[in-house]
C-alpha cells in the first residue's frame, strides 16, 4: 500500500509532486520538484505554514539528504521522517518549559514559606500571599504570573491606602516583592489602629465594609447626624478633614465646639481620643446602640441604600428630621407643581410636613 495515496504526480515524468503527508497524525500540505539536468539536481520544496515552519530549522541538513536519494518517493520518506522529529522535539521542548515554570515558581514559593500562600490557582497562573502584621492583622498580596515569568513582572493588587509601587527586576522573586510588601504595612500600622478603633467603638455608616486602604468613615453622632472623616494615612493622629452630615440647627452647635476646642487636638492620641475631645461626646457605639438608630431610611424611596448614596438631606423641621436621598428629594421638589428656582437651588416643600425645603441641583 502506498502511504503517500494523497500525493498525486504533476506531470508524466513524476518529477513534481504535491498533496498532503502525513506526520504524527498531523497532516501537512507539501509541494516537490525535483529537476535534473548535467548532473545538477536541483529540488523545490514547499508546502504549508506549519510544514515549512518546522522544516525551516533542519533547512540545509534536509536539502543535502535529499540531494543523495534516489526517487521522489524515498524523498517523500525523508521528509517524513524529518516532520516526525521535529515533531517530537518541539513537544518535549514544550513539557520542559512548563516543567520549568512550575519548579521555578514552587521554589519560589517555598523560599516565601508555606505557612504565607494562601492561596494558589490551578493552572498556576494566580498566587495570593498573606502577611500577618504586628497586630495580627491579615494582609493578602495577589500576584498574576505572566508567561516570561521572571523576566516580565507579575501583575499585583493590594488593599493598601496609599500605591505599592514595586519595581520588578529580572531577579527579583516572591521574596522580593513580598519582603517590600511587609515593609510598606509596617508604614501604615499606625493608620490602621487609629481606624480599627474607630470601627469597633463608634458606629461607622459608611463604608459598610471598610476596606485597609479605605481613609474615609462617616460616624454616627446621633440619630441623623454624622461626622464624615477623611484621615490622612501618613499622618493618621492629625486632624482629620470633616463634614458633618444633619439638620443644619443640630450640626452647628456641634462644628462650633469643634472649632473652639481645637486647641486641644495632639498627635499624640488616637485619632478617636482626640474627637472626643473636642466634641464633647461620647460616641455611640455598638455597646451603646443598635446601628438602625442612626440608618435613617430615605422618606422618599424608603430605602437606606441608594447604589453609592445614602440618605444626606434632611427636613430642617425639629418636628419632622425626615431624610432624604439627595437624588430622592431633588426628584421630588423638581415635580412639584409651584417649584421654583434659584441659582443652582430648587426651592419647594417637605413632603413629610410641608415646611420649606431645598436642594441643589445635582
Ligand atoms: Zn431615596
Ligand atoms: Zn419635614
Known sequence: ???????????????????????????????????????????????????????????????????????????????????????????????????????????????????????????????????????????????????????????YEYDLPEVFDFKWLPDDTFSTIFSAFQEVLMKHSEFWDNLDEIDAKTWVLEPENPKRSDCKRRIAISSGVSLLLLVDPARPTAVPTCSYLGPDRIVEPVREKFNSNIHLWSEYNSLLYNLKQVLEIEFPSPESATKEEFCMECGICYSYHLGDAVPTMNCDNSSCNQMFHHSCLYEYIRMLPDVRTSFNKLFGECPYCSKPLWCTVP
Open 1 to 155: 500500500m502506498n502511504i503517500f495515496d494523497q500525493i498525486m504526480p504533476l506531470n508524466s515524468v513524476g518529477n513534481e509532486v504535491s498533496g498532503y503527508i502525513n506526520a504524527l497524525n498531523e497532516e501537512f500540505y507539501i509541494q516537490l520538484s525535483v529537476q535534473e539536468s548535467k548532473q545538477i539536481k536541483k529540488i523545490r520544496l514547499s508546502g504549508c505554514e506549519k510544514l515549512q515552519k518546522l522544516l525551516k530549522p533542519v533547512q540545509d541538513d534536509l536539502e543535502q539528504h535529499l540531494l543523495q536519494t534516489n526517487s521522489v518517493t524515498d524523498m517523500l520518506h525523508e521528509i517524513q521522517n524529518v516532520l516526525i522529529m521535529q515533531l517530537r522535539s518541539t513537544a518535549i521542548n514544550q513539557t520542559v518549559d512548563l516543567h520549568m515554570g512550575y519548579n521555578l515558581l514552587l521554589e519560589q514559593l517555598q523560599a516565601v514559606g508555606w505557612d504565607k500562600v494562601h492561596y494558589i490557582s490551578s493552572d498556576f497562573q494566580s498566587v495570593h500571599l498573606k502577611a500577618i502584621d504586628e497586630f495580627d492583622r491579615e494582609h493578602i498580596l495577589k500576584l498574576w504570573i505572566p508567561e516570561k515569568f521572571p523576566k516580565e513582572p507579575p501583575r
